[in-house]
Structure formats: C-alpha cells, structure tokens
C-alpha cells in the first residue's frame, strides 16, 4: 500500500514477433513418417514459424521487445530490468537479456534470464512482480523468446512436429490501483525432469564428439506422460487461482493458456466450464513456442481487442522442469 492505494504491477504494453519463414505440415511430411492428419488431429498444430538461419534468439526477442516499448511510448533510458525467460539462449554465457539491452540501448537496466521452459514467460512476470511490490524497480521489460528449431531432431517425428520459434514481450510497471496483477504463482516438480530435457551441452555432459553423436544436444520429450500429467496439473492450478482471488471461471473474459496441444487446451477450458469462444488459441499458426507462446498469445488477443480494460484474464502454463504457473490479471 503506498498511501492507502493498492499498488500494483500493470502490463503497460506488449509486442510479439514471429520469424518470416513458416512450415506447414505438408512440408514436414516431406522430413519425417508422419502426415497433416496425425498432426493436426493430435496436436491442433497446421504450420509454425522458423527462425533464418542467421536468426539467434535475441534477433526475436529485440522485434518484440521494440514494438512493446514503442507500444508504450517510453524511452528505453527508463527501463529498470530486463528479464528473458527462454531455453534457447543466445549462448550460454552471457545472458540474452544482455544482448537485447545492448541492442535496444538500455543502459540504465539490469538484465538476466530465467530457465523454466515454456512456464518461462510466467515465472518471469513473477519475478518482475516481486521486484515492482518490493519497490525496487520501477518499469520492467519482460519477454519471452525462442528459437526451438534450432536445437529440434529433426529426425525424431515425436518432437519435430510440435515446436515453432517467436518472441512476445511487456513491459510491466508499478501503479496503483485495482487494475494489475492480482495474483501469481509458480511450482516445480523436479521429480519429473527427465520428461522433458536437453541432456547434453551443460556441466553434467558437457559437449563432445560423443554427445553429438548421440543426438544429446536435441530437445527430448516423453509426450504422452507429459500430457497426463499436464491435464492433470493444469485443472487444479486454474481452479486454484480463481478460488484464492474469490472468483469463477464466469469472471473470466478470457483464458490464455500456454499453447503446446489442443487437447489439453480444449480439456482445461472443459474442466472450468469456459466456453472456447473465451479461450485464446494461436497454436494452429505458431506451434509450441515454449517459453513465448503466452507472452505472443497475449500480444494477439491485446491487438485483436479481445482484452478490454477491467477484463479478468487467466494466463496458464505447463512444461519442462516440470513446471507450471499462472498469473490472473485484471487487465
Ligand atoms: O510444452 C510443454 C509441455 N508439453 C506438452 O504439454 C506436450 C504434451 N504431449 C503432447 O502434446 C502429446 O503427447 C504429443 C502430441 C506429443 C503426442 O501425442 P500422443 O497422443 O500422446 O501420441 P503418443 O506419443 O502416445 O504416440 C502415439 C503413436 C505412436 O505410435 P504407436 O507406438 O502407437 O505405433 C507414435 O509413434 O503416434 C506415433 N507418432 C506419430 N505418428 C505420426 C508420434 N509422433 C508422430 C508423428 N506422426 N509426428
């Protein structure tokens, strides 16, 4: 409280990008043993965006993170933080975040990455949160960016199917009032880290001849018992966010759920009675994006008017670590 208003962190503006170059199912039949009908059918999925080959994930995540700023109308001297939740970083020393300040110019902000894979975007925004109700930072630009393609097996049809690349970003700021973040949580499940992993490349098989002939340095998914657990997780993480902010899922304007399968998507809104006409879908043209797939999902439904001041909205995610989160705004 600061003078008796509430304060609260605000997403001010966003921006999303996605590479040019897109690929269809069709041209996926032509690489791997699978068809549109099977991807289309299991997934949802149609077609995805693919990063040049001269694109790195800072080249995304600069796209999107210019048009929030812009969006905003503030100048990049005022940022306090950048934050950068991917999986497919730049390199591993240093962090992207630090290449997208150098290349926005915002010398006044600190920057770092978060790793919790496509929960990524909404463990940031909690952590931009923290920082704002601390009184710590001011304006934050969080953002969530990947480049899968580049570290998909491209031989393996059980991955190489469901991943597309983009970058969607907000800048957040501490206002006070109703309107903001009105709650956000995240959990991990370590128990569970190999269902969805990068083996090689880090401190525990650092990169050899070897690791790279045995494909170590590809994103691995163990896809069905993901999905159980998912389904299984994401009904109590809505229900949970609702029951502790006093409201139902008939408050809801709209639901923005990570988007990795139309099935569990589909499921979820089942499970809390929301009808899909109130549920945010992008995954036919964008693939599982990781890491960005809220933050573009959000951008969309901003620019689509599908967010409205004083709308309640569900942001919800699920993916490797095992990790999940939600963030229930009012917008
Ligand atoms: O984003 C982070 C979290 N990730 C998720 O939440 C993803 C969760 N998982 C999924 O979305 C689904 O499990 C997948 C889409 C990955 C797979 O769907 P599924 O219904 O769970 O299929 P499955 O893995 O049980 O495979 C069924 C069959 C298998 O054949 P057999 O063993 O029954 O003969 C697979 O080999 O489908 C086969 N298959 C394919 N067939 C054609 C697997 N991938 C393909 C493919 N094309 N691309």
């Not at 149609?46 to 800072?58: F, P, W």
């Not at 969080?142 to 491209?154: C, H, I, M, N, Y």
């Not at 499970?271 to 043209?285: A, E, F, P, Q």
Request: glycine letters at 8%; charged letters at 20%.
């Amino acid at each position: 409280m600061i003078d008796g208003q509430r304060l609260r962190t605000k997403i001010v503006s966003t921006g999303s990008y996605l590479p040019e170059r897109i690929l269809t199912n069709q041209d996926l039949e032509r690489i791997v043993d699978t068809s549109d009908q099977w991807i289309l059918e299991r997934t949802g999925i149609r077609e995805r965006h693919i990063a040049s080959d001269t694109q790195s994930v800072s080249d995304l995540a600069i796209e999107a993170a210019r048009t929030a700023i812009s969006r905003a109308a503030i100048s990049v001297d005022s940022i306090d933080l950048i934050i950068v939740a991917t999986i497919t970083g730049d390199m591993p020393v240093p962090a992207t975040a630090c290449f997208l300040q150098r290349s926005i110019g915002a010398h006044n902000a600190a920057a770092f990455d978060i790793n919790a894979a496509c929960s990524g975007f909404l463990y940031a925004l909690s952590v931009a949160n923290a920082y704002i109700l601390a009184g710590l930072y001011r304006r934050i630009l969080v953002v969530g960016a990947e480049t899968l393609s580049k570290f998909t097996d491209w031989e393996d049809r059980n991955t190489c199917v469901l991943f597309g690349d983009g970058a969607g970003a907000v800048i957040v700021e501490g206002v006070e009032g109703d309107n903001g973040i009105l709650s956000i949580d995240i959990y991990s499940d370590g128990t569970m880290a190999e269902l969805l992993h990068m083996p090689g490349g880090g401190s525990k098989h650092p990169p050899t001849s070897d690791t790279i002939n045995n494909r170590m340095h590809y994103i691995k998914m163990k896809g069905n018992e993901t999905f159980k657990v998912a389904v299984r997780t994401l009904e109590k993480l809505v229900t949970d966010a609702l029951t502790k902010n006093d409201l139902t899922a008939s408050d809801l304007a709209l639901l923005i759920p990570h988007q990795a399968n139309m099935r569990i998507i589909s499921a979820t809104a089942a499970r809390l009675g929301v009808d899909m006409d109130k549920v945010m879908v992008n995954l036919h043209r964008c693939g599982n994006t990781s890491a960005a797939s809220i933050a573009i999902a959000l951008d969309e439904a901003v620019v689509a008017g599908r967010v409205k001041p004083d709308d309640i909205i569900l942001l919800e995610a699920f993916g490797g670590g095992l990790t999940w989160a939600s963030a229930l705004i009012r917008w």
